[in-house]
């Protein structure tokens, strides 16, 4: 479960997912790179031989390395921290950015009625067009 089938990419997905929300196509593309080059660096490392591997497949059968034990019990709550962490970190990114999103919407629209002030009266009453 914590090799670089199943956990890191959860991580990468959510991080990508994050750090892609933005207007920028240069830095999407940046991001989703990135995250590539990390997923297959780990995978490289374990088909190096640099570390042990998590999974092993022979014929039919598969075997799970567990490097669980490294991260201590459940009952230690590295594991709770993980999820925790995975719940709040996408949330604080994507909240990161619609405040962004909120601020600048409130920009615009304070700075279109500051215009709409430096306009005539007459002119300021008048009906606008409907927006297409």
Request: glycine share 8%; net charge positive.
């Amino acid at each position: 479960m914590w090799g670089p089938l199943f956990v890191m990419p959860l991580l990468l997905v959510a991080f990508t997912f994050g750090y892609s929300y933005t207007p920028w196509v240069a830095h999407r593309r940046r991001v989703l790179l990135t995250a590539i080059l990390v997923q297959l660096g780990a995978v490289g490392v374990e088909l190096s031989g640099i570390v042990s591997p998590s999974y092993e497949f022979a014929g039919r059968d598969h075997d799970l390395a567990s490097r669980g034990d490294a991260l201590g019990r459940a009952d230690d709550g590295e594991p709770h921290a993980f999820v925790l962490f995975m719940l709040f970190m996408p949330l604080r990114i994507i909240g990161r950015a619609e405040d962004a999103l909120r601020e600048t919407e409130t920009r615009a629209l304070v700075q279109s009625w500051q215009l709409r002030q430096l306009l005539p009266q007459p002119v300021r009453s008048a009906k606008m067009p409907p927006a297409r």
